[in-house]
């Protein structure tokens, strides 16, 4: 059971603002433990949390309350003797089929995912197996082998390409109820999968040989992935709105669409934006903005996403601070749990201007800006706000467009909070290098580290296809670059190699889970790795022994393949469960 937590929610999203009226598109490592996010002023006022333990920790079988995760069956010690056959149209034969026939020397299928050496969270979604097949063929088997079981987990099945996320790919979902016992029954434990490909006449007899087996492995964390993640979308009305889903859910849902939020001007403002979870979880900070992109009508609002009361006007927020924020134009809000109370509800963001700019939410007058002292670039933006209240890190550069960075150069620098006041700015070593542009700062939930993105040069930042995702201590140090950036080597023949791939816009889930010695942590990031639309993405960071392990990347399979689903933002929001749709 838990021995600690640190419900330490609205990490903000900080992202730029999508244009409107249509989606814009676009190695393992290690690194010393983190230090410190930096000690600054204290809040105004008091919070009753244990900011002195941020993360969850479990010893021996880990156990969990709901909400952070499920009930599972009794483990299991084998998998069924019998094989699995998916798909009517599969000759009950085909096992001897792939048994009997003599084998090809080549064409062995692509495994797109798992990749090798892939990290899941306890609670994630049931294993989506996808893998490319050069030849098309149409009859797959696949096998799961786990040491100690008698038996391998036989499968075969026609496929399916609908919800493939690359083209000519097939994929499988295991099913619901071996999932549950396989997740109950072998984490930290290496589970190795084969997968064959051929091709059968209609009237099931052998066209084409049985390929070579392709190989790939996936590892069951001993932890679940707290939190839910709400993500920026374009609706039906190509109207920017949010949607979202937790951890294991199968399907998305609605949360916020523009029509919903009262705090708006319904002449003007009719898109959503960047957004941010408030603190509390029950509601959201998002930036409004005309559908046709045009003028400086852009500015920041909040609405309750709770069902009944989705798009209300929270009750702490002023009238006139929310003309104040109307002031900002367009910067992404941020907040911290420590400056979220009766006379400190603060939302952090960049003016128009480039000036880091605070304003009390339930206040009409306060309002104010941090100083930055050493900081000699004219614009300050992209701010993310530390979760114990002390520090912002922000992006410093010299052009800004709606609030985010417009082109660099730019680098992270970090300021204390300094209640409201600010201070001496420093770059943060690692995330500001004079050869690439940082950018996007996110917090991990324990203030140890950062995640941000970048790309080599100076150019446009906007949906930029060069950028990746990196991490680096929060109080600096050398920054690794997560395996998550690549894709399988068998895809690199088709033309997806990072940088190229878009990779962007990194969050971290809401707390770290420690479990047997290791701590572990959760990012999700968009990425063009499709080669169409842009789809969310997770990946794993372990930390043991003062050593971040990364991990490949994991599609999450829920969202709709036909949407371009940018910005995702992981918090432990209070939005209802998702019916299962797959």
Known sequence: MFSKIHFSRGLACLFFSFGCAQARVGTSGSAGAAGGAGAGGGSGGSLSVNLDAPIINITGTPSYDAPLGPDLPPPITDFPADPILNGASLPANVPDLFANTPARTNGAPCIVSPEVGTLVPRNWLRPRFEFYVPAQENTFEIILTVAGFAHPLRIYTAGDSTHAWHNQDQTYALRSDLWDQLRASVTDQTITVQVRAMTLTASGTVQLQPSPPSTSTFTIAPVDAPGKIVYWSLSDTGLGSLKGFGIGEEGVASVLVPSQVQASDPAVDNCIGCHSATPDGLGVGMVLAPSNNAGDAFFESLADIRPGTVGTTPSYLNPGALANL????????????????????????SSEAGALTWVQLDSPTAMGTLARTGDTNAIATEPTFSHDGRTVVYVSGTSIYDGRLANGPADLYSVSYNNRQGGAATPVAGASSPDNTEYYPAFSPDDAYIAFSSYSGNGNSYSNNQSEVFVVPAGGGTAIRPAANDVPACLNNAGLRSPGLGNDWAKWSPHAVSANGKTYYW?????????????????????QG???????????????????NHTPCWDDWQIPPVPIVY
């Open 546 to 564: 003062g050593k971040l392990t990364t991990y490949p990347a994991v599609y999450l399979w829920n969202q709709p393949l036909n949407e371009s």
């Open 523 to 543: 990012l999700t990031f968009s990425s063009s790795r499709s080669g169409q639309q842009a789809q969310l993405f997770v990946t794993g960071l372990v930390l």
């Open 326 to 349: 109307r002031q900002l134009k367009g910067g992404t809000p941020a907040y911290s749990l420590s400056h979220w109370l009766d006379g400190d509800y603060i939302s952090l963001s």
